[in-house]
């Protein structure tokens, strides 16, 4: 429940953003006068054949112009900008078909009725007309029936060639004008040499896949075996293999836009490889991401600080989040998303968003805490409130502690803010305290010469601390003389510090054996008296 009302506080506010551009785009959109170049069917004209002329001469900026004069409210907006261009050229060819445009004869008017251009003899038209915000528009009528209209002109005007040169249309448009009229009949939906062109598509598509995922694994071998291959060997051969998806989508995605198919066609077809493309390249770019911190985790583990230690597993993190926001993004431009109304959202809904955000930006300086404080690195032995263990990871939201009976605790990194951090890796020596109890008949010789040879061990041992040690007969026991052992281990973990340990008290077995020392033990004395003797006495 405490996870769920931030989050639905951010769906709301981005949900007010989302409203509020577009009612405030619906509001620009009614008070925006109507541009010069589209006030009246003469304008709309002249507009569109001074843009088609410089596109043809290598201008494809004015495209864009171009597209404006065209009503393309009935084209999918998935592929209004692919399937649009091809109109345009489909429209500028029929007007070279029906030769030179005196604009002087066309009505220049704001108002009243449609500008009909051109009728066929199947009804088929080529109008202007009025839009409801006062633009003069090619109509949606006109735009749905150029591909017919042109193909009957062609009939008519066979001998008739495109004017300008046309290295700029489209290579689709161009490759359908090189078809014979045979493979242009509609059998099912779509044209034969559509059907022809989409299998062989999908076809060099899947080829061109298996060819790059050969290759690919052959660089990832190569890379093996390489001066780098150290930090590769257990790299699987299939790691690149999400970028021989992506060429296969990248494939389908430029084949598909060669074969003028009708915008609801390839609206569905191109959305699909888009998806993949997504898909693959996010898939792929982790795959990057994760040989790259593969290779800099050995790189730190190098390295005599521990800072880097922390660094790598937070830059695999950030990268991993970046590259999805990007294929997110993409994958919003593609289906024609409203990013710039979630973004507006982000700004009028800021207080719910706060609110929302308030753990993670908690977490977030928790982990800033952390790298620059550096109360702990990966590897050391920490206490933090009743949680003790191993620091395993550190991200942007929590530490991830392996406890010694093997379970995983993760802590939100705000709490690293105010919480106690008891770090047990970071000692220089580790303390040790015993007390030795040996015999009540030990000789005090003994008990001064066992204890002087006990210093003498903690001056020779290797991980002993030398200018702070304790060894004296420190207390009477009930049965014994308590020797006090207070000494420092200078070790770097408690693995090293339990060998140290280990071979301190076995050279302190071989001195009391040497020295004749025995170690005292519970005893107790039992006194047996004889009754029947006694009375008889």
């Known amino acids: 429940m405490m996870l769920f009302r931030p989050a639905l506080l951010l769906v709301l506010s981005l949900a007010m953003g989302v409203f509020a551009a577009e009612d405030s785009s619906q509001d620009q959109g009614k008070s925006t006068p109507v541009p010069a170049t589209l006030a009246s069917p003469r304008a709309t004209m002249d507009t569109f054949l001074r843009a088609m002329s410089d596109v043809k001469g290598g201008q494809q900026a004015e495209m864009e112009t171009a597209l404006q ?265 593609t289906l024609k998303m409203n990013v710039t109304g979630l973004l507006a959202g982000l700004g009028l809904g800021g207080l719910a968003f706060a609110l929302a955000a308030k753990d993670v930006v908690e977490n977030l300086f928790g982990s800033v805490t952390v790298l620059t404080d550096r109360p702990f690195h990966v590897g050391d032995w920490v206490r933090i409130g009743e949680i003790e263990g191993t620091v395993e990871s550190m991200g942007f939201r929590s530490t991830r502690i392996r406890t010694f009976y093997n379970s995983q605790v993760t802590i939100p990194n705000s709490r690293l803010i105010t919480a106690h951090v008891d770090n047990m890796g970071e000692r220089r020596y580790r303390r040790y305290k015993a007390t030795l109890r040996i015999t009540l008949d030990t000789p005090p010789e003994k008990v001064d010469a066992f204890c002087e040879g006990i210093r003498e061990l903690v001056r020779q041992h290797p991980n002993t601390r030398k200018d702070y040690y304790q060894v004296f007969l420190n207390d009477f026991g009930s049965a014994s003389l308590d020797v006090l052992v207070y000494i420092f281990f200078r070790t770097p973990d408690w693995g090293a510090e339990l060998r140290a340990r280990h071979d301190f008290l076995l050279d302190v077995l071989r001195l009391a054996r040497q020295q004749g020392v025995r170690f005292a033990y519970p005893t107790q004395t039992l006194y047996l008296q004889n009754l029947e003797s006694d009375s008889a006495m």
């Not at 704001?110 to 009804?123: E, I, M, Q, T």
């Not at 029936?145 to 009957?152: E, N, S, T, V």
């Not at 060639?161 to 448009?173: I, V």
Request: aromatic content about 8%; glycine content about 8%.
């Open 69 to 333: 004069t065209l009503d393309l409210s009935g084209v999918n907006p998935l592929v209004r900008t692919e399937k649009g261009a091809e109109l345009a050229w489909t429209l500028s060819e029929i007007l070279d078909r029906l030769g030179p445009v005196d604009s002087r004869r066309l009505p220049d008017r704001s108002r009243g009725s449609r500008y009909l251009h051109f009728k066929d003899a199947d009804g088929r038209v080529v109008s202007i007309d009025p839009q409801a915000d006062g633009r003069w528009l090619f109509s949606q009528t006109s735009i749905n029936q150029l591909p017919a209209i042109l193909d009957g002109l062609r009939e008519q005007t066979p001998g008739l060639k495109d004017e300008g040169p046309s290295a700029y249309k489209p290579l689709g448009l161009r490759l359908r004008d090189a078809l014979p009229n045979g493979l242009k009949h509609t059998s099912f939906l779509l044209e034969d040499w559509q059907w022809t062109g989409i299998v062989a598509v999908v076809l060099l598509g899947i080829l061109l896949d298996k060819l790059a995922a050969f290759v690919l694994a052959r660089v990832v071998h190569r890379l093996r075996e390489g001066p780098l291959g150290i930090y590769y060997q257990e790299v699987a051969a299939e790691v690149l293999r999400p970028f021989a998806l992506l060429v296969m989508a990248g494939v389908w995605w430029a084949g598909l836009n060669l074969l003028s198919l009708p915008a609801d066609a390839l609206a569905i077809l191109l959305l699909a490889a888009k998806f993949l493309a997504a898909l693959a390249g996010v898939w792929g770019t982790y795959r990057l991401v994760d040989l790259l911190s593969g290779y800099l985790r050995q790189k730190a583990a190098k390295t005599a600080t521990r800072v880097d230690d922390v660094l790598v597993p937070l830059f695999t993190k950030t990268a991993k989040v970046l590259v999805t926001v990007v294929g997110a993004i993409f994958l919003a431009d």
